[in-house]
């Protein structure tokens, strides 16, 4: 059978793949190929893509230095496993310690995001010996057992069964804080007093590690009051634990001015983890970590894939590419634009409650109404297909799916954005501010 339209494809993705695997829109859609910001589905029809395969294509599909770095590799060597040493292995390990914060130097390169968290916590329960870890809610760390567990919004939770050790506090939630509204500075010692209580009535005391998402992704672009990570890592540390930023999503310039999420806080984290855009979809994840605490592993282990040559030749590709074009400081630009063009959508339509992110990890959270606040998540799966009539395409998220998210290639131009703008407002407009 050969599969030349989308309706082909979809039958056989209905029939041989997963139905928990659920592709975006009602009538899902088929990408053939891919350019810069812009893909094109099997009919041919283009689309802005201002989601880059949720945040992963981070400098643009099919980058040429990417994309050429990665055949060179393909035609030298392929495959040798972690048994063997391989240059492109150390040259990545190498350029990510040169933008990873203070002394972050050694790294165990992993073929997903879900993998590095789980060799995260792994590692932060053999260096303290202790197996008790600290969590957000709304967090999403991955698709594992273990972190599926440490996710902590219900709908990507798939069983009962509950792994050991993993508690979970209140959400630094700016925009439905329970304290006092607007949020500012002065929640931030009530949300962290929910980590010290956590720690004093759930756990025997001795955690283990806290871990976050810098900027929360799935759980809806939340970004946490002002000095929240400074109390939770004195909190974590006064308890003898670690701190671990989760920056799969907002690592790698990301959230603008800086190369990870975390250092927008004054807090050097003790382990970070990364995948999605740090080999512009080639499958890398990793954990990075100071030196006295990965030498803390002493038993064997091995990843069969992880820093595969391939793999690895396109996260130097990427990352070299992310250093000439400075992305910290074209996400703050760039993402400076495409906030003040939602902000004023939020003036204009009803059921726009919050914009908010950082650099080029923007949101729009959809309520019901501005007062009450309730989240419509209907409107938000009206928006999106509204945006797909209109050539553009963004992604969803936030507890009840009502948060609406773009996140596109780091090197996205302003004209691009501005584009990006039109169709959204476009999209918008089909829904009426009401
Ligand atoms: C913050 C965060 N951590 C971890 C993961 C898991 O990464 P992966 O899907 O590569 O396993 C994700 C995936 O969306 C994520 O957003």
């Known amino acids: 059978m050969t599969m030349s339209h989308d309706q082909d494809v979809l039958n056989v993705q209905d029939e041989f793949i997963f139905p928990a695997v659920r592709p975006l829109y009602e009538n899902p859609l088929v990408l053939t190929e891919g350019q810069g910001v812009r893909v094109k589905d099997i009919d041919g029809r283009e689309y802005l893509d201002m989601f880059a395969g949720i945040l992963t294509t981070s400098v643009g599909h099919c980058n040429s230095k990417v994309v050429a770095r990665m055949s060179d590799q393909l035609k030298t060597l392929g495959h040798t496993s972690t048994l063997y040493v391989t240059k492109p292995q ?3 390990a190498r350029l990510l310690a040169s933008i990873a914060p203070g002394k972050l130097s050694q790294t165990f390169f992993t073929n997903s995001g879900t993998e590095a968290i789980e060799s995260a916590i792994q590692m932060a329960f053999v260096h303290t010996g202790r197996s008790e870890v600290i969590g957000l809610r709304q967090s999403y760390h991955g698709r594992s057992f273990m972190t599926s567990n440490l996710t902590a919004v219900g709908s990507w939770r798939p069983l009962a069964t509950s792994f050991p050790g993993i508690k979970h506090v209140q959400t630094p939630y700016p925009y439905r804080c329970p304290y006092k509204q607007p949020c500012d500075a002065s929640c931030t010692e009530k949300f962290a007093n929910d980590i010290e209580d956590v720690i004093r009535t759930t756990t025997n005391g001795k955690p283990a590690a806290f871990i976050a998402e810098s900027v929360m992704g799935v759980g809806g672009y939340i970004v946490p009051p002002e000095g929240y990570f400074e109390r939770a890592a004195e909190i974590i540390r006064s308890y003898g634990g670690l701190f671990i930023s989760d920056e799969v999503q907002s690592g790698f310039g990301r959230s603008g001015d800086h190369w ?8 050097e984290p003790d382990i970070m983890v990364m995948a999605k855009g740090i080999a512009n979809g080639a499958p890398v994840g990793a954990m990075t970590t100071r030196p006295e605490i990965a030498d803390s592993w002493q038993s064997k282990t091995i990843s069969t894939f992880g820093g595969n040559p391939i793999s690895m030749a396109a ?4 990352m070299e590419v992310m250093i000439e074009e400075n992305v910290p400081a074209r996400a703050s630009e760039q993402g400076g634009q495409l906030l003040e063009g939602l902000l004023k959508f939020k003036d204009e339509f009803d059921w726009i409650g919050d914009v908010r992110g950082k650099g080029l990890m923007l949101g729009l959270e959809l309520v019901e109404n501005k007062d009450e606040k309730k989240p419509f998540a209907s409107k938000a799966q009206a928006l999106l297909e509204s945006c797909r009539e209109e050539g553009l395409l963004v992604g969803i998220g936030g507890l009840h ?3 609406i998210r773009l996140g596109p290639s780091l090197l996205v131009t302003a004209t691009e954005i ?13 829904l009426g501010a009401r």
């Open 401 to 403: 799916g009502h948060v």
């Open 90 to 92: 150390v040259e990545a």
């Open 260 to 267: 990870f999420g975390i250092e927008h806080s004054n807090v």
């Open 418 to 430: 501005e584009e990006g703008l039109e169709r959204f407002g476009r999209a918008c407009h089909k």
């Open 315 to 318: 996260a130097s590709a990427t």
